[in-house]
């Protein structure tokens, strides 16, 4: 398993994340175990994307590779959906609700526009176990709220590029605004603020609401960063799923640092020919907590359930070491080691906003 920069790290290893979330192979102090589950066989998980869907090479790929080692593991087949353009919460509802009644548990839904589908599903189907991810405000027996510190991560990308900036100045592209991507900013911004002075971060969000396309069009994301870039940026930090592709091909073109998210970004296939300028990428491990639950419901007969939170101090979060140019720079590491431990005893509080 390659290691997450300086980040010890427990629980699924693969491939395809860096990063690991223990927190996820148990039920966290909010935690308890479904009583209502489903006694039986599962077919296997159901997992339904966000915007975006499958092939965006950050957020939704990471569900999909938990999803697929899952199957693999557990000797299950599942069953992935994509979302519509313009889908209504009834639309999203039917999709959980036909997963459920075909015999899949867990059932899943990436991203946090379906806190209400999921809501009414489970309501519907207690003996089916459903999970969430990013959101964790539905209280129920048979539901996981799989959420993330991942102001912290932004905090180390913040540091990461305030220490590799030549101009004093980088950016911050967000997908939607929305208090989720807010905390990717905040941590950021105060990463940079704290490591070194003068800095300036400039930050943009491409759309209000996420059925403007955020989440999901490059080419807002690339107009934003080439903004960016020609103000004097010269690292851009992206949370924007689908969207960050464009972020980092323009970051590419013009020969300047791109910083990813949710997934390893620097080796994602689709994104190899801008593989010199990614230069790490902030990770949650989405993956880890889509493969854990389906455990928990398959393999272990004790579905989790409640809140279920990654950190950097149970491995759920942290930066990928993938690129040399990140990984073999002594100076920074020497700094993100400094700046993991004040996040983890407590004498750095991360903002969240």
């Given at each position: 398993?390659?290691?997450?920069?300086?980040?010890?790290?427990?629980?699924?290893?693969?491939?395809?994340?860096?990063?690991?979330?223990?927190?996820?192979?148990?039920?966290?102090?909010?935690?308890?175990?479904?009583?209502?589950?489903?006694?039986?066989?599962?077919?296997?998980?159901?997992?339904?994307?966000?915007?975006?869907?499958?092939?965006?090479?950050?957020?939704?790929?990471?569900?999909?590779?938990?999803?697929?080692?899952?199957?693999?593991?557990?000797?299950?087949?599942?069953?992935?959906?994509?979302?519509?353009?313009?889908?209504?919460?009834?639309?999203?509802?039917?999709?959980?609700?036909?997963?459920?009644?075909?015999?899949?548990?867990?059932?899943?839904?990436?991203?946090?526009?379906?806190?209400?589908?999921?809501?009414?599903?489970?309501?519907?189907?207690?003996?089916?176990?459903?999970?969430?991810?990013?959101d964790n405000t539905i209280v129920a027996d048979n539901v996981a709220d799989m959420?993330?510190?991942?102001?912290?991560?932004?905090?180390?990308?913040?540091?990461?590029?305030?220490?590799?900036?030549?101009?004093?100045?980088?950016?911050?592209?967000?997908?939607?605004?929305?208090?989720?991507?807010?905390?990717?900013?905040?941590?950021?911004?105060?990463?940079?603020?704290?490591?070194?002075?003068?800095?300036?971060?400039?930050?943009?969000?491409?759309?209000?609401?996420?059925?403007?396309?955020?989440?999901?069009?490059?080419?807002?994301?690339?107009?934003?960063?080439?903004?960016?870039?020609?103000?004097?940026?010269?690292?851009?930090?992206?949370?924007?799923?689908?969207?960050?592709?464009?972020?980092?091909?323009?970051?590419?073109?013009?020969?300047?640092?791109?910083?990813?998210?949710?997934?390893?970004?620097?080796?994602?296939?689709?994104?190899?020919?801008?593989?010199?300028?990614?230069?790490?990428?902030?990770?949650?491990?989405?993956?880890?907590?889509?493969?854990?639950?389906?455990?928990?419901?398959?393999?272990?007969?004790?579905?989790?359930?409640?809140?279920?939170?990654?950190?950097?101090?149970?491995?759920?979060?942290?930066?990928?070491?993938?690129?040399?140019?990140?990984?073999?720079?002594?100076?920074?590491?020497?700094?993100?080691?400094?700046?993991?431990?004040?996040?983890?005893?407590?004498?750095?509080?991360?903002?969240?906003?």
């Amino acid at each position: 398993m390659r290691r997450v920069s300086r980040i010890a790290v427990a629980g699924v290893a693969t491939a395809a994340l860096a990063v690991t979330v223990s927190a996820c192979g148990s039920s966290s102090s909010s935690s308890t175990s479904s009583s209502s589950s489903s006694s039986g066989t599962s077919k296997g998980i159901g997992l339904a994307y966000d915007v975006g869907g499958k092939g965006d090479q950050s957020f939704n790929d990471a569900a999909y590779a938990g999803f697929t080692k899952a199957e693999k593991d557990f000797g299950v087949s599942g069953r992935d959906v994509e979302p519509q353009d313009g889908e209504s919460d009834a639309d999203k509802v039917q999709r959980l609700e036909t997963l459920a009644r075909s015999g899949y548990n867990p059932v899943i839904g990436v991203g946090f526009a379906y806190a209400p589908a999921v809501k009414e599903a489970a309501a519907k189907f207690p003996k089916i176990t459903f999970g969430i991810i990013d959101d964790n405000t539905i209280v129920a027996d048979n539901v996981a709220d799989m959420v993330f510190h991942e102001e912290q991560s932004s905090y180390l990308a913040g540091v990461t590029a305030a220490l590799t900036t030549k101009t004093n100045t980088v950016g911050f592209v967000g997908g939607v605004d929305v208090p989720l991507i807010h905390k990717f900013e905040a941590g950021f911004a105060q990463g940079v603020a704290d490591t070194k002075k003068g800095v300036k971060v400039k930050a943009q969000y491409l759309t209000q609401t996420a059925a403007e396309g955020g989440f999901s069009s490059p080419d807002k994301g690339e107009s934003a960063a080439e903004g960016q870039i020609e103000a004097g940026a010269d690292v851009v930090y992206a949370a924007a799923g689908l969207s960050g592709q464009g972020v980092i091909k323009a970051a590419a073109a013009h020969k300047v640092w791109a910083i990813g998210v949710d997934s390893d970004q620097y080796n994602q296939k689709a994104l190899a020919a801008y593989k010199p300028y990614i230069l790490t990428s902030a990770l949650k491990n989405v993956q880890g907590a889509v493969y854990d639950l389906a455990k928990s419901v398959i393999k272990d007969k004790k579905p989790l359930s409640g809140e279920i939170r990654g950190s950097l101090s149970n491995g759920g979060v942290g930066l990928a070491d993938s690129n040399p140019t990140f990984k073999n720079n002594a100076t920074l590491q020497a700094a993100l080691k400094k700046a993991e431990a004040g996040i983890k005893d407590g004498s750095i509080t991360v903002k969240t906003s």
